[in-house]
């Protein structure tokens, strides 16, 4: 395996890749702040793949215990959703954003953010906000997180991501206290999305779509038709009687569910939109 990729990118930003953990982030303040938490960063990733490997027998198991401190965090974020299934691997693209965004923090920096593939961990110094743009359909293109604001964390999950769903929502896009508790909570609303034994929905083990995946042989969903409008409804109602129970319980600040064009929403994801340096 080929060591981490460093480099900046023409705007400023951060660039670390690193197999398959590709993440853009950048610090702001003076440029001496920023050339130092880049530094941080850059220092801190350069391991992070292989601890992650290190462990990921483990971190493909409901229950394994785990020793390192990103390992920790994926498996601290998936805990509370249990007794249903879910492994640490459903908070890693999260974990990973809040490892390096906590990197990025430091003397002189007003803000942060790590953009780990659509999932984004923010650091916002005292009256500091960041607005996110979001690759979601439905009206809502953008997020702004404010200091004063408990959301440091956003995530999207779905059929249609990089990640593999046993629900069929387009994407489910989660605000919370972090980006691995937002990573967890979209996983689990978006499998919730869903109409059980519908025999137009296509679904494969999730072994026969990925190899090594942490589901096993849970079906996943591959194929989503055309759906009336009571098939969309039911199925977006169903997620968003999760996600309304998640926010109850503290474990989200909000969430949008999407599905071929319709949208459910609640909690406070629609933060209101103020003048920021965008993401």
Same mark, same amino acid.
Not at 98 to 105: G, Q, S
Not at 256 to 270: H, I, N, P, S
């Given at each position: 395996?080929?060591?981490?990729?460093?480099a900046?990118?023409?705007?400023?930003?951060?660039?670390?890749?690193?197999?398959?953990?590709?993440?853009?982030?950048?610090a702001?303040?003076?440029?001496?702040?920023?050339?130092?938490?880049?530094?941080?960063?850059?220092? !801190?990733?350069?391991?992070?793949?292989?601890?992650?490997?290190?462990?990921?027998?483990?971190?493909?198991?409901?229950?394994?215990?785990?020793?390192?401190?990103?390992?920790?965090c994926?498996?601290?974020?998936?805990?509370?959703?249990?007794?249903?299934?879910?492994?640490?691997?459903?908070?890693?693209?999260?974990?990973v954003?809040?490892?390096?965004?906590?990197?990025?923090?430091?003397?002189?920096?007003?803000?942060?953010?790590?953009?780990?593939?659509?999932?984004?961990?923010?650091?916002?110094?005292p009256?500091?906000?960041?607005?996110?743009?979001?690759?979601?359909?439905?009206?809502?293109d953008?997020?702004?997180?404010?200091?004063? /604001?408990?959301?440091?964390?956003?995530?999207?999950?779905?059929?249609?991501?990089?990640?593999?769903?046993?629900?069929?929502?387009?994407?489910?896009?989660?605000?919370? !206290?972090?980006?691995?508790?937002? /990573?967890?909570?979209?996983?689990?609303?978006?499998?919730?999305?869903?109409?059980?034994?519908?025999?137009?929905?296509?679904?494969r083990?999730a072994?026969?779509?990925?190899?090594?995946?942490?589901?096993?042989a !849970?079906?996943?969903?591959?194929?989503?038709?055309?759906?009336?409008?009571?098939?969309?409804?039911?199925?977006? /109602?169903?997620?968003?009687?999760?996600?309304?129970?998640?926010?109850? !319980?503290?474990?989200?600040?909000?969430?949008?569910?999407?599905?071929?064009?319709?949208?459910?929403?609640?909690?406070?994801?629609?933060?209101?939109?103020?003048?920021?340096?965008?993401?």
């Amino acid at each position: 395996m080929s060591g981490a990729i460093v480099a900046r990118l023409p705007d400023g930003r951060l660039h670390l890749q690193h197999g398959p953990i590709d993440i853009v982030a950048a610090a702001f303040g003076s440029a001496a702040a920023v050339q130092a938490a880049h530094a941080r960063a850059a220092a !801190r990733f350069a391991t992070v793949l292989e601890e992650l490997v290190s462990e990921l027998a483990a971190l493909r198991s409901p229950e394994a215990a785990v020793s390192g401190r990103i390992a920790r965090c994926m498996a601290a974020a998936v805990a509370p959703f249990r007794p249903a299934f879910i492994t640490p691997m459903a908070a890693v693209a999260g974990a990973v954003a809040d490892e390096v965004v906590a990197a990025l923090a430091g003397p002189g920096v007003l803000r942060a953010y790590a953009n780990n593939g659509g999932d984004i961990a923010f650091w916002l110094a005292p009256d500091q906000a960041l607005t996110c743009a979001l690759a979601v359909t439905g009206g809502m293109d953008r997020v702004t997180v404010r200091a004063a /604001d408990p959301v440091r964390g956003i995530a999207t999950s779905g059929w249609r991501g990089r990640s593999l769903s046993l629900g069929i929502a387009d994407a489910v896009t989660v605000v919370a !206290r972090s980006a691995a508790a937002a /990573d967890a909570a979209a996983t689990m609303i978006a499998n919730a999305v869903d109409l059980p034994g519908h025999p137009g929905i296509g679904r494969r083990p999730a072994c026969r779509v990925q190899a090594d995946s942490d589901l096993g042989a !849970r079906a996943v969903t591959t194929a989503v038709p055309s759906l009336p409008p009571d098939d969309r409804g039911r199925a977006l /109602d169903a997620g968003l009687r999760a996600a309304q129970g998640f926010a109850a !319980r503290g474990l989200i600040e909000g969430a949008a569910l999407f599905l071929q064009g319709e949208c459910r929403m609640t909690g406070a994801l629609a933060l209101p939109e103020r003048e920021a340096t965008g993401v």
